[in-house]
């Protein structure tokens, strides 16, 4: 059969199978080949929410998609061209996902009695056999013999050849969409070429043999070419969000010539920021395990307290814990930056499903009134930006500021170009200098510059001993203060001290359309892809609308009034129940309409646009 080749504007694959296939590493390597071609790109990795659930089950279906292509991609696709499956379980979650004509790349060995009865297809019926699957492209290829007939030559035992399997299928992959293997055979010898040189070698083997597989084994009838994307000039790297915060935070304490010190408690999804701020020990970080959430934030508070940059991570479930801490933080009024990689809630929730959730308990969720900044990134590359600002913001103002990442952005990833240092805006600390005991006026650790911001006293400094502690404070002196009118003032203080970072950040600004018009789309944190895609083709189609996204939450942009009152209509797609659309009601009094979606899965751009469709159509019914 001859094979023909296609040139396609963009492709979208999903990988899948059981946590142990190596599903997240194939998808991973796949990306980064194809963001060294120069394609645009964007992914959705997809994890089981138990650590080990049971193997060969629904629940322990493990996924990875990603959709490439020559032009702007700005989310990870709603239907699959292209899905690899390793077991039945992973074709009975993910069939929905794929389009109708698609391929389905089949691992026969995962189809055996004993996983379609795991799988819970009835009566052990086998769907690539039944004619179910009659309306798609099915590849069916038993991996397991392939890969045992590559590695007959070397001597491994069963479960190295069995983890091999996942390499099979993405040299295979690499094959049909005309992607090269020298960076993935380069990162296997690097893996393991040291320490386990013939697992290296078994690896690449079978990275090979699944490559010219689909160059002999006819069963194709085409390849696909997605050519290099118009990307702006620059050096790029393909990075994950939480990949992207870390260095956003490295480049802020070295703007600022500060150290960091992170006081962390490991949490799904915002683990891999302590991993990576771990390795940075050569810029002068500094990373603290603690035995528990209270006492991880409070270790960064006491690293502020000291001169440090203090940082502290988790997900809604441990910023619930952190909550009075946080407080502390407010009332001591010191630059703490806290990181919520937002999960699906509530309590434990679905810890490895994205949500936008704890944007009420970010801006309100802790007692008393206890005001502090609240920004969110839009994109995995984005988190660099929002990751430095969060410091930046926290040092300027001597204020916490939380930042609002999620799940999706966390593990997604895109490629970045790298910033350059004179980019990057200057960060600047007022330290309170040391006092000798002759002079006329005594310390004031709580004395204000116009923005009612104090100067950071460090302990130890001469002559500025002072008074901390969770106890309502007198203003100036900080000594404990009972006084109803001081206690007024204090609040009022610290409220209007976080208003004021409003002057320090940059007006709202309109990402696509007009600044007036019909139909604004509002939206913030990860909706930013599908939002862009769907207002986008919403124009092209003839509707007047535009779309705003929002980066600084808490205060809002001083423009932001302004611009939601220049359009006869405001639409808020969010992955909550609808916590920024209540915002912008009781802040601005405009009967902001939601678009809501809780399913530990973001917009996907056919659904989006028919809900901004149906909505706005409502209200357009309603008024005539």
């Known amino acids: 059969m001859s094979t023909t080749n296609q040139v396609r504007d963009d492709v979208t694959i999903r990988f899948a199978g059981d946590s142990g296939d190596g599903m997240q590493l194939t998808g991973s390597l796949f990306t980064n080949t194809t963001a060294l071609l120069g394609n645009d790109l964007r992914t959705l990795p997809e994890f089981p929410a138990e650590i080990r659930a049971p193997q060969g089950t629904v629940p322990g279906v493990s996924s990875f998609q990603l959709k490439f292509g020559s032009h702007e991609v700005l989310t990870p696709g709603d239907e699959c061209d292209a899905l690899v499956v390793m077991n039945s379980a992973a074709l009975k979650a993910n ?19 004993k ?25 069916q290829i038993d991996v397991v013999k392939l890969v045992k007939e590559a590695l007959a030559d070397m001597n491994l035992g069963y ?13 295979l992959l690499y094959w049909m969409y005309d992607r090269p293997m020298d960076s993935t055979i380069d990162f296997l010898n690097q893996k393991f070429g040291k320490k386990s040189p ?61 150290p960091m010190f992170l006081g962390t408690y490991p949490i799904t999804p915002a683990s891999d920021v302590l991993h990576g701020l771990a390795a940075q020990k050569k810029f002068g970080i500094t990373t603290f395990q603690a035995e528990d959430e209270i006492a991880a ?29 946080i407080g502390l933080a407010v009332m001591l009024e010191l630059p703490l930056v806290v990181l919520n990689i937002q999960r699906a809630g509530p309590s434990t929730g679905m810890p490895t499903k994205t949500e936008q959730a704890d944007l009420m308990q970010a801006v309100y969720g802790r007692n008393g009134e206890s005001p ?73 650790p709580y004395l204000r510059d116009h923005r009612l911001v104090r100067r950071w006293a460090i302990p130890g400094t001469e002559g500025i001993e002072h008074r901390v502690g969770g106890l309502e404070k007198e203003d100036g002196t900080g000594n404990v203060s009972y006084d109803p009118d001081n206690h007024q003032k204090m609040t009022n203080i610290r409220r209007d001290k976080r208003d ?86 009781s802040e601005f009094m405009i009967p902001a309409k939601p678009v809501n979606k809780v399913k530990g899965r973001p917009f996907g751009v056919s659904e989006l646009k028919q809900a901004i469709r149906e909505v706005v159509g409502e209200t357009v019914a309603s008024e005539s």
């Open 95 to 113: 069939l929905g996902l794929l389009k109708k004509g698609g391929t389905i790349i089949a691992n026969t060995a995962g189809f055996d009695k």
């Open 115 to 139: 996983n379609l009865n795991l799988a819970k297809y009835p009566d052990g019926v086998n769907p690539l056999e039944d004619g179910s699957l009659s309306e798609y492209e099915l590849i």
């Open 159 to 171: 479960k190295d050849e069995e983890r091999s399997k996942n390499m099979f299928v993405l040299g």
């Open 198 to 258: 013939e697992i290296a070698e078994a690896n690449i083997k079978v990275l090979k043999a699944g490559y010219f597989y689909g160059e002999t084994a006819e069963i194709f009838s085409s390849r696909v070419t997605v050519k290099q994307a118009d990307l702006k000039p620059g050096t790029y790297r393909n990075i994950t969000g939480n990949e992207a915060l870390v260095l956003g935070l490295v480049a802020a304490a070295r703007k600022s010539n500060l």
């Open 297 to 325: 934030v409070s270790s960064a508070i006491g690293a502020s307290f000291g001169g440090s940059i203090g940082v502290t991570s988790s997900s809604g479930p441990g910023i619930a814990l952190k909550g009075e801490a």
């Open 372 to 444: 502090l900044v609240v920004l969110a990134p839009k994109s995995p590359a984005d988190c660099f930006n929002m990751g430095f600002e969060a410091v930046r913001i926290a040092l300027e103002h001597m204020i916490p500021v939380m930042l609002l990442s999620d799940g999706y952005i966390a593990n997604g990833s895109e490629p970045w170009k790298f910033p350059q240092t004179a980019d990057l805006k200057d960060i600047k600390v007022a330290f309170e200098g040391p006092r000798k005991a002759e002079d006329a006026e005594p310390f004031l």
């Open 500 to 585: 004021n970072v409003a002057d320090n950040i940059p007006e709202q600004v309109i990402d696509q359309g007009g600044t007036s018009g019909d139909v604004l789309v509002l939206g913030w944190g990860g909706t930013y892809g599908t939002i862009r895609t769907v207002v986008h083709q919403l124009r092209k189609e003839g509707m007047d609308v535009s779309h705003a996204h929002l980066q600084y939450i808490n205060p809002f942009p001083k423009n932001l009034e302004k611009l939601l009152k220049s359009f006869d209509q405001v639409v808020v797609p969010e992955i909550n129940d609808g916590q920024l659309v209540r915002l912008i009601r």
